[in-house]
DNA sequence: AATGAATGAGAATTCATTCAT
DNA sequence: TATGAATGAATTCTCATTCAT
């Protein structure tokens, strides 16, 4: 009896929410969560200042809000792990395209969320557990297994994994700083990063791929 | 009439700009630029509120006063690039391991200036123009030597440099949001890092080191 | 034009004010007016915030409402005034006990109404010309008679009816502030203020009663 | 090491929080503590809102401070509880007299402080517990020392205590809400109540006195 | 009539900055 | 220069009231 599941108010709520938290991503992510006003919010999504308090009970749950939005894409992207079966630089490519095509339309996502994560304890323990933790779980597995068939040459797997998310987190932190190049490039980079994290930068390895 | 040059007068006041500096990184890095007040810097830093604008303008003035001081570190490891002279796998280690050891150490300072930076735009420039394009310089001539040198196989300068300072940035921002393993574990990075960048994860290519 | 005078309706709509004005009661006496909430009184009343102003025009009204109540009930007490023909003391007895049986079980209303009362000029006034000024007015009357009959000794009616109230008033404040004693023993209440005011302290004049 | 206890600044200090004090009691007595803002406060004290928030917490910390200033002036009054040795009935009018011109002049006060503390449990159980237990205490005290010499007949002392200060907080309740007969006559009302709780309304028992 | 989401005015509180001492 | 009280602009959040459904 606490609440009567009437599916079209569902939807409204829904698609309310959608609209207050896609304002705050762009709001956020232009001025940071401290300098970005609830009217600011609120102008962006064209809704008055005391709305946002229907759906959310503070500027801090906004912030929640994209984050759990984040989590969901990302959970649902983990799914997508390329096949295991094929060739293993395919396999690795094919790894980091899907990792960048995740990340990089979030970009405006992880500019609005990654600096205050960074500096408040209760998100960054949030965001740690419910998308790194994940992440890192799904692909130490996936490693695993390739490398026990042999596929890559055995790894410290946990460090590794680390290191190329780390990577991509890096790569995208520095495109926020304003590096043109990784903006104006980043799709050579999954072919550059698999050349240089599977050949490695030792001469005369040069593969033929493609 | 602009300064007196008074060297005593000068001594005193860097040191009190120092230790502003030093109390800003702490509380910066502890509670975020927004939350952190004067008052906290003040405190830590054991002078009045006041005080701290005799020496900045303004908090903001404080924090670039925190990037300044990261540009002049970094300027000065600069130099100390490791010679080229040497064989490659050594010197590309002992690159990363010397990165590292700028890095890791400035954690705080970090974690300090870096959630602002990327929320202010003129912090972005300053910081992307201050430090970052210095070091990319450094490192593309760097490795567009090594490269021509055929110690390392011909591989896209620009992106490889951005890629490697990717790394190291994104594993730093890894250990800031709070994973233990990067944290237990970053003596053995350097190892790890040459290992994956110089071998490569394809099977069959071992180098013996160490 | 003005209304529709179908009796069933003014039922309903009598039966809605009440079912309100409870709410509204109980949720003032606890939490006071300004804490509490258009939606407290709704969730009480088991209505929605709106129909509430389908009843009353403002938060404020329905404070008034209560008043109104109030002085309706206060009305229709004072025909009770005890006869006068009685013994004195039992006269006295009777107003006391009478006056106490009204108020005590408003104890709530009391509470609801009393310290935005004491707090707001219109609601006073009218408070003052409603509900006290007619107590009064019907007390001195009575008091005048009884003492026109020599009953009791010449007084200063308008003084005497004044600190009389002003004891039972005071008294249920003193029980609102959390006096226990009072609350748990306001039924000797009547008898105990009955031998103060009517025998006095004076020693020595005991009178033999019940 | 926690202060420096700087005589001056103390008394600039206690000056200033008498100043805002004044000024809250005079704005809370006016409209109530819910509809007096910080800014009437500030405006009344001639100060800006933000320096109220140097020497208090909270509006409600200003509320606590009026009835702290409020309980020590109580506490400073308690200690001149009148002689016992003279004239019973002197005694009991110099005890009212005492208590009206302890009650009167802080009118303001308790309309400023009573609604509030009505309607606010934790200012209700301070207010009891620091205000009126202390006065409950040394007035049973002393009506029991006078019963126990006779001077009174036989009474439940701690109900008459109560009905007393009930009297008292009563007549000055029924003031606040605009008796004009009260506020005339205040002055007469310690003779008027001496003979009434002393010689009783019982006809042929009028002490001379005066 | 009933509903409850939307509104936006208003209030408490914070805190960077100023400035008299 | 150092101090820290005073300032007041700016912000978050609440809630009485409105109104489309």
Redesign the interface.
Known sequence: MTKTPDPIQELVTAARRKQILDAATQVFAE?????ATIKDIARVAGIADGTIYTYFASKTEVLLGILHRLNESTEREQQLMPESGQDL?SF?AAYLRQRMALLWPNAEVF?AV???????EEL??L??QQV?VPTFTVAEHSFQAQSAT????S??V???V??I??????????Q????E??AQ?WE??PE??T?????????????THE
Chains 1, 2, 3, 4 share one sequence.
């Open positions: 001025k940071g969560f401290h300098r630089r690795f500019q990654l600096p205050e994560v960074l500096v408040n960054r323990e965001y740690y790194l042999g596929q890559i040459r790894i410290d946990a460090l590794t680390r290191a998310a780390g990577l991509l987190l890096g790569l995208l932190t520095l926020l700083l304003g590096d190049v990784i490039r050579e980079l550059v990063l050349s240089l994290l599977f050949d490695g930068l030792q001469p005369g390895k040069e593969t």
